[in-house]
Nanobody, 123 residues
């Protein structure tokens, strides 16, 4: 099965940028739909961004991050990225990557989850 490990979180000033990475184990990475979620303290986990399986470049974003965040993948490195620009205090939370071997970016469910990486935005 797939194991996911996030990295790249940390403390950044409002308006700054961070690049999150998520590296996966397994031989079938290119066949997995990938997504990023986040959870603020005391809040429910919410969808942030998703990217399609294989080499298809289709992506989808939540309205709150559209135009500021970019999801991408490098199948040769078994890695998915989340480039976050123009960070706001409301972007704070634990960010999780997720993977699923089926469906499309329009699907809401994911099978595999990473342990998360903390993003803190100061104002």
């Amino acid at each position: 099965q797939v194991q996911l490990v996030e990295s790249g979180g940390g403390l950044v000033q409002a308006g700054g940028s961070l690049r999150l990475s998520c590296t996966a184990s397994g031989r079938t990475f290119s066949g997995y739909r990938l997504g990023w979620f986040r959870q603020a303290p005391g809040k429910e986990r919410e969808f942030v961004a998703g990217i399609e399986r294989w080499s298809i470049s289709s992506t989808v974003y939540s309205d709150s991050v559209k135009g500021r965040f970019t999801i991408s993948r490098d199948n040769a490195k078994n890695t998915v990225y989340l480039q976050m620009n123009g960070l706001k205090p409301e972007d704070m939370g634990v960010y999780y990557c997720a993977a699923d071997p089926s469906g499309t970016i329009r699907s809401s469910e994911y099978t595999y989850w990473g342990q998360g990486t903390q993003v803190t935005v100061s104002s």
